[in-house]
C-alpha cells in the first residue's frame, strides 16, 4: 500500500492513508515549496493519499 510522490525526476514512495503534509514532511520536502496536484488537479496539505496514488510536485519559484 504505496503512494508515489513525484518531484522533478526524483520519485519518493509513501505508505498510503499519510496526510500530504505529513508525507511530504517524511520525504524531507518543505511544504511551502511545492504545489501538490493528482490527476490535473491541486490537492490540499490535509488531503488524505490513497493506494496506488501518483502525485506530482510542481516546485514553486519565488524570488525577489
Avoid: F, H, N, W
Wanted: glycine letters at 8%.
Amino acid at each position: 500500500m504505496t503512494v508515489k510522490l513525484i518531484l522533478r525526476k526524483q520519485e519518493y514512495e509513501v505508505k498510503a492513508g499519510m496526510a500530504l503534509l505529513d508525507a511530504l514532511k517524511k520525504c524531507e520536502i518543505i511544504p511551502e515549496s511545492v504545489i501538490a496536484t493528482r490527476d490535473g488537479e491541486i490537492i490540499v496539505e490535509d488531503e488524505i493519499l490513497k493506494d496506488g496514488e501518483t502525485v506530482k510536485l510542481v516546485a514553486v519559484i519565488s524570488g525577489g
